[in-house]
């Protein structure tokens, strides 16, 4: 679903991220676990057409982000950072319909699709109100609808849960498992290392724009002789700093 | 494609966002639509309290000296006595009055005049009167002209008793006869403020919705999630672009409004706005549609800068601080031509920016329409338009612009 080909960025002279290349399947939750500044935002925002790579590429769902960004962008949907990004002004059903109209629905599919997702997320008694009046938690459910109203096959989540509280933090992961039953291909960005343990079938871990370990949790674990994978994290990590 | 669709679905969305801005709303409508009416009543309205003021109840005094009771006769009964706006007050201190208000100008007449009358030489009277008060000032010229009169009418009594006919003073008579129509008079009122108001009202009719759009979304958070969506950047670029440019022209339109309705109400309120100068005035209809094409062509070069600048700018404030800068920019070239006459602007106006809508609304509202003119001036527009669009695109374009973080 996802093919990741010797991807790098450069600002500058800055190198965020060195030519990482890994693949994802269809149905599969992928963790990026890097600190800060490590290059995962990067590699999303690329992997979201959103910034040009400097060199390789990746195709998502088939199609080049180089290429084809267009078709990119409709077969993804995104949860960038704490910020749920809704337009204060509109209610949450004309946020969520905005979307659903930029990818080409049509009236009556985004109708119906709102009225499944409110069901769904539980949101039926505030789809009218302004999303600025809402509580952030709200926010955060409508952001998701808005993220999956095009039904994407690939969710793209960059430190979903930064800056949120528990329950709003317990929200974000029954999201991801629930993307994860319908069969949707998910990266997600974190450092939180219980967070890439609890949801993820496989883990990337990258270091100053470099892809250091990549494979299965379980995998990773006994190569390392069943260590943690916070002490795993540290050993790479602490690794390549002395260098 | 349907890249138009997206371009028309983004253009729908920011429109209707802007106008649940009540802050926008505020800026770009109300403020326009109360600007001629409240200008009128502060300019046109004191200016004509002002010069009423100066015309009626002139107040008049006569030095200690002067204040007989033969110089009093010669005052009233024959100086002022077909002014009925000049009355002569009684004061023991003139030049206190002048300075208390109370008298605008005071009269000194030569010690020795009744004599110098009678010989039939000049004798002289003195005005005395306080530059600094303008009301002051502005009745010397009255005084003037009643002593003007007083003289004639001696001048004819002389000649008459010595039997000469009075007309021997007047060899050649003078007579005025305006080429200038009634349309060409009342335009040229119009050709001075209203292209002047019609570009500052476009260029800041924008700013808040540009401001907004970019920027404000960039501050707010929702610009990387609407980047992630299908359309192409240049049609996220366009429809936010044609919604700034419906809001410069909003701009307008209120203020014009607001116009109609001062008008309406009051139509001697609106002596210095455009009101009372618009009936009965009409202007070829193939000007009147260039000129129009031409401004709506200026109001999309403002779109594409502030839509620029918006993209450039790292936050909210400082795209603010870009679209002050712009406006005064532009208020230097609608001052500077304010006072031009249309038969006197230099051909190169009509290829600079803004200059060349400010002259071509000079010459279509002067009543003196060339029509090479308006080609220059809609020609170059249409070249302003296409520039500051595509440094609008580039910008918007530019990754490390649009994500600055
Ligand atoms: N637009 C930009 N211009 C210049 N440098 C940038 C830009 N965006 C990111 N960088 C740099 O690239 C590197 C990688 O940044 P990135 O945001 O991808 O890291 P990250 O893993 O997401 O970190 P964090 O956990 O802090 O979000 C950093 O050194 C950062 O300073
Ligand atoms: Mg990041």
Known sequence: MIKIHCLSKHFGNIAAVCGISFEVKKGEVFGLLGENGAGKTTTLRMLATMLRPTSGTATMAGWDIVK???KVRSSIGILFGGETGLYDRLTCEENIAYFGELNDMSRAQIKERIKELAKVFNMEEYLTRRAGKLSKGMKQKVAFARAIVHDPKIMLLDEPTSGLDVSAIRDVHEFIASCRKEGKTVIFSSHSMSEVEKLCDRVGIIHKGNLVEVGNIDEIKSRYGNQSLEDIFIKLVGDRSER | MNASKHVWIVFKKEVKDIVRDKKTLLTSIFVPMLLIPILSMLVGGSIEDLSRDINENVTIALTQESNTDEIRDIVENQIIKDYPNISLIDTDDPIKAINESKVRVVLDFEKDYASKLAEGKPFAIKLIYDKSQTKSQGSLGILWNAIGDYNDRIVKQRLDSLGVN????????????NIANEEKTSGSILAVSLPMMLVVLMASGGIAAATDLVAGEKERNTFEPLLTTKPGRSSLLLGK??????????????TMI???????IDPSSM??????????????????????????TLGMTFSGLQIALSSYAKSFKEAQTYMSFLMIIVMIPAFATMLMQPNDIPVYMFLVPVMNTLSAFKIVLGGSINYAYLLMALGSSVVYVVITLCLAATLFKKENVILRS
Not at chain 2, 166 to 177: D, G, Y
Not at chain 2, 277 to 295: E, K
């Open chain 1, 68 to 70: 084809e960004p267009q």
């Open chain 2, 166 to 177: 009075p007309e021997i003073l007047t060899p050649a008579m003078i007579e005025e006869s």
């Open chain 2, 241 to 254: 672009y044609l919604a700034v440019t419906l809001f410069s022209f909003v701009s307008v339109v209120a």
């Open chain 2, 258 to 264: 607001g116009a109609i309705i001062g008008f309406v």
């Open chain 2, 271 to 296: 002596g210095m706005g455009v009101g009372t100068d618009i009936t009965g005035f009409s202007i070829q209809p193939l000007a009147f549609f260039m000129v129009i094409v031409i401004s709506i």
